[in-house]
């Protein structure tokens, strides 16, 4: 349900663009956003954070995935293509009791026998 609606919007946003009101707009949340963000001391908040706002504001996730990046926790991937019988692994691979930060994955696409495995892997 969540994705039929977030369908929805996002072909609303496609039939009506933004237009430059709305993009001033957008590039002012962002900089609130990072502005926000630069009051998280902690590695843990942060990433609690990242947790909570998922993806209901995608300009603070813009930013934080951004701020977890530059701070060592995580990785961002976007835009990509795995081809022909290619095995990818985009993650993780965490040791006894160690804890793997968020990842963010965007705009992939996979074709022939290729198999991509997104998440993390505890031994």
């Given at each position: 349900m969540i994705s039929e609606v977030r369908s929805f919007v996002d072909n609303l946003i496609e039939l009506f663009p933004p237009g430059p009101k709305q993009e001033l707009l957008r590039q002012r949340e962002k900089?609130?956003?990072?502005?926000?963000i630069?009051?998280?001391?902690?590695?843990?908040?942060?990433?609690?954070?990242?947790r909570v706002v998922g993806?209901?504001?995608?300009?603070?996730?813009?930013?934080?995935?951004?701020?977890?990046?530059?701070?060592g926790l995580g990785h961002v991937v976007e835009n990509f293509e795995v081809g022909g019988s290619a095995r990818v692994h985009i993650g993780d691979?965490?040791?006894?009791?160690?804890e793997s930060e968020g990842h963010t994955v965007k705009g992939f696409s996979v074709s022939g026998t290729s198999a991509v495995h997104i998440g993390n892997v505890d031994s």
């Open positions: 900089e609130l956003g990072g502005v926000e630069e009051e998280v001391k902690e590695s843990e908040e942060l990433v609690l954070l990242r993806w209901t504001d995608q300009a603070l996730q813009g930013t934080l995935d951004g701020t977890s990046v530059s701070r691979r965490n040791g006894p009791g160690q």
